[in-house]
């Protein structure tokens, strides 16, 4: 049994996401929505069997559209304001991949299971989406008084909604890492690599320690919080172990005795993007999971 | 008689790297007070990476750059007062509260290739009724034709004026020269040059940046700035004096600033050293020097080998992350080298 689903927007997330959700047991992907009779991404879901069509988000609303009960929205944050009233006056989930944040931000292997029953949910950013667990495993042992990141993508990666909207990034992301990662102060730094060959997304995040902190436990949580991202980003991975500097340090969460930093490379699954794309990919294989559970969700609960 | 271009001292920005952004609410006054008396028209301050830099990345700032915008702009008579902002670093909250404390000139930078990154921020700029100014950084990693196509996005984002940010000190003084005329025969806004002096070359290039009509220039008084440090004020001052470009600035009172004021807080400014040679030769963004250094102490490497390394990497401004990467890398590489001789 499988949920029937559709995707909001054509354009190259929207494509990658496509890929992901073809290969899901409880996901039924059925339609591709743009608004563009010329997009690729909409030739693409033809050939694999799907509705493709440039008729717009009123195709949803409309005969044709059968019961589909989650929407996955890869438009920008302004289309998905428009929509996500109309999506849930007729009942259908919104997981949302856009900067909009009308709804819970979710980190698949952090709270996952917390908003199961949520109109909409939001996948955040790339940058919170790869660099949250950490925190989050961190928090898990110990106090986090302060979490720093800094999020690298190639140039390329980044599309004008990313760029005109770089302040939305860096906030949404910095919320992120207190409201879901659990820390007490969060700060978010993007930069834009453009060397070529394009490089893997990169992320580095810091963690102020208090004193007593136990560095065993802090690297165990790391290492094993890495592993269960990788099981749904397979690219992802430490370039090396947790790196841990003695302070004192003056953070903006008060002093903090220590730091442990974690250094990340993401490497794209190349479903659609090339392999420096991880931050493209972190997000379809974040925003799959989060579907996936909703499915389930969905098929146990009778409606 | 008029200057015949703007000149503006970042001291208290750049100079900011070479403190590990530690300046004191007094030391600013006393920074100000002996520029603005000394005819300095614009004077920078902010965290060296900019308006909200202050973090783990880049270094906490000793004290909260807004106490020290607002003691600028109290010190300052005639001066007017320049914040810097990097998009992504930064946010427009941080430029509103600046503009709020009384800094009016906005300059914001991005990376030499990124310039679409800075349409909101010029643009906020513009709105809030600051002049607002272009920075293209590490502009020796792009030809002048790319640097030029990203100069007209800031003009038509509403720039002032857009400068040529030779932030790793790389440039050589023709880079420099066909960079500024470039952009001068092409722009309407003004047009200004950053330098560096990890070649020994910022005075050299400021001055072919003269020749070539530039409008705005940059100095920190001895110097004190990111890596080997910045185009000295006092020593361009001098030599524009000496080759007939008028300043608007009074030499004299300039070198005791530097020599009174300045030269104190950094007593080795001005040195060339092997690791500030590397940003230069490498084309590293200067304010990696210091982290380097910490981070070479820490992880038991060698500074100029992780300067070179980055080089190689092609990093940009703003990823200071990466020199803990390379140094744990080059650590790793030395133990594994050692275990393979056992």
């Known amino acids: ?303 | 008689m008029s200057a015949v271009f703007r000149l503006t001292d970042s001291t208290l920005r750049d100079g900011s790297h070479a403190l590990s952004h530690q300046f004191t609410v007094d030391q600013v006054r006393a920074v100000v007070r002996g520029l603005d008396a000394a005819g300095v028209p614009v004077i920078e301050v902010s965290h060296g990476d900019g308006l909200g830099g202050s973090s783990f990345n880049y270094g906490f700032s000793g004290t909260d750059e807004m106490h020290l915008l607002a003691a600028a702009v109290d010190e300052a008579e005639h001066a007017k007062i320049a914040v810097l902002l990097l998009p992504g670093i930064g946010i427009k909250e941080d430029l509103i509260r600046a503009h709020a404390v009384g800094a009016t000139v906005a300059r914001i930078a991005t990376h030499c290739t990124e310039a679409d990154i800075s349409q909101q921020h010029i643009g906020l700029a513009k709105e809030l009724g600051m002049e607002a100014v272009g920075f293209l950084m590490m502009s020796h990693m792009t030809p002048p034709e790319a640097l030029l196509e990203e100069a007209k996005k800031m003009e038509s984002y509403g720039a002032d004026c857009v400068y040529v940010v030779d932030s790793a000190g790389a440039m050589t003084i023709d880079d420099a020269r066909r960079r500024v005329a470039t952009l001068k025969d092409h722009l309407e806004c003004q047009v200004g040059i950053h330098a560096h002096n990890n070649l020994s070359l910022a005075v050299a290039n400021s001055l072919a940046a003269l020749e070539e009509g530039v409008d705005q220039v940059d100095g920190c008084t001895t110097g004190l700035g990111a890596g080997a440090g910045n185009c000295p004020t006092e020593v361009l001052v001098a030599a524009c004096e000496r080759s007939g470009y008028q300043t608007g600035v009074e030499p004299m009172s300039l070198v005791d600033v530097a020599d009174d004021v300045v030269r104190p807080l950094k007593p080795t400014q001005g040195v060339i050293d092997g690791d500030g040679l590397m940003l230069g030769y490498a084309g590293v963004y200067g304010s990696f020097l210091l982290h380097a250094r910490r981070a070479a102490e820490r992880h038991g490497v060698d500074s100029k080998e992780i300067l070179l390394e980055l080089g190689r990497r092609q990093v940009v401004g703003g990823q200071e992350d990466m020199i803990i990467d390379v140094a744990v890398e080059l650590e790793r590489r030395a133990a594994e080298a050692q275990a393979s001789q056992l």
């Open chain 1, 1 to 303: 049994m499988a949920v029937p689903c559709a995707i909001v927007g054509s354009g190259n997330i929207g494509t990658d996401l496509m890929f992901k959700l073809l290969r899901s047991d409880v996901l039924d992907l059925r339609a591709v929505i743009g608004i563009d009779p010329d997009s690729e991404g909409l030739r693409m879901a033809r050939e694999r069997g799907l509705v493709g069509t440039p008729e717009g988000v009123d195709w949803l609303f409309g005969d044709d559209a059968g019961d589909i009960a989650i929407v996955f929205e890869a438009t920008s944050a302004w289309v998905h304001r428009q929509n996500a009233p109309r999506y849930e006056e007729a009942g259908i989930r919104a997981i949302d991949l856009t900067p909009a944040k009308l709804g819970p931000a979710v980190v698949p292997t952090v709270n996952l299971d917390e908003h199961l029953d949520a109109p909409n949910v939001n996948m955040i950013t790339c940058g919170g989406q790869a660099t949250t667990p950490i925190v989050a495993a961190v928090r898990s042992v110990t106090d986090v008084p302060y979490a720093e990141i800094v999020s690298t993508v190639a140039s390329k990666s980044a599309g004008p909604g990313t760029r005109q909207n770089i302040d939305e990034f860096t906030k949404t992301t910095s919320s992120c890492l207190v409201e879901v990662g659990g820390a007490d102060h969060g700060k978010a730094i993007m930069i834009l690599n453009p060397a070529e060959p394009p490089i893997l997304m990169r992320n580095t995040v810091f963690c102020a320690l208090p004193e007593g902190y136990d560095p065993d436990a802090v690297t165990d949580a790391i290492l094993a919080m890495e592993k269960a991202v990788a099981a749904y980003v397979p690219g992802y991975h430490l370039t090396s172990p947790p790196v841990f500097d003695e302070g004192p340090f003056a953070t903006p969460g008060g002093p903090a005795a220590a730091r442990v930093i974690t250094l990340i490379e993401v490497e794209g699954a190349a479903d659609y993007f090339p392999p420096y794309a991880g931050n493209l990919d972190i997000m379809t294989a974040a925003a799959t999971k989060v579907g996936e559970a909703v499915a389930r969700h969905l098929m146990e609960v009778p409606a």
